[in-house]
């Protein structure tokens, strides 16, 4: 079992950038590929990135270039960094834990997921 608490969500400003974090429990943390989604009013959850437990990562091409998902297994941790927010980023963001290696870029694809933090960027 594997519970995810999300931070760092926030009211920003179009251009500013946020770090969101993602801290897990359990001790097989670095076992795990975690992902990043996000959900808009009246939209499905959505891909936004996604770290495997070797270290490579995968974008949605919305975000390519302007956010960067890490991980510190050290402390049960993947985070979003996230740069050059627009207002279409406006979203509760999601972090989600698999034990498939790759990962995934299906909702589906993820077993555990955290509580969501909100996002939201004005213009």
């Known amino acids: 079992q594997v519970q995810l608490v999300e931070s760092g969500g926030g009211l920003v400003q179009a251009g500013d950038s946020l770090r969101l974090s993602c801290a897990a429990s359990?001790?097989?943390?670095?076992?795990?590929?975690m992902g990043w989604f996000r959900q808009s009013p009246g939209k499905e959850r959505e891909f936004v990135a996604l770290i495997t437990s070797g270290g490579l990562t995968n974008y949605a091409d919305s975000v390519k270039g302007r956010f960067t998902i890490s991980r510190d297994n050290a402390k049960n941790t993947v985070f979003l960094q996230m740069n050059s927010l627009k207002p279409e980023d406006t979203a509760v963001y999601y972090c989600?834990?698999?034990?498939?290696?790759?990962?995934?870029?299906?909702?589906?694809?993820?077993?555990?997921w955290g509580q969501g933090t909100q996002v939201t960027v004005s213009s």
């Open positions: 989600a834990a698999t034990d498939i290696n790759w990962g995934g870029r299906g909702a589906s694809d993820y077993k555990y």
């Open positions: 359990g001790h097989t943390f670095s076992r795990y590929a």
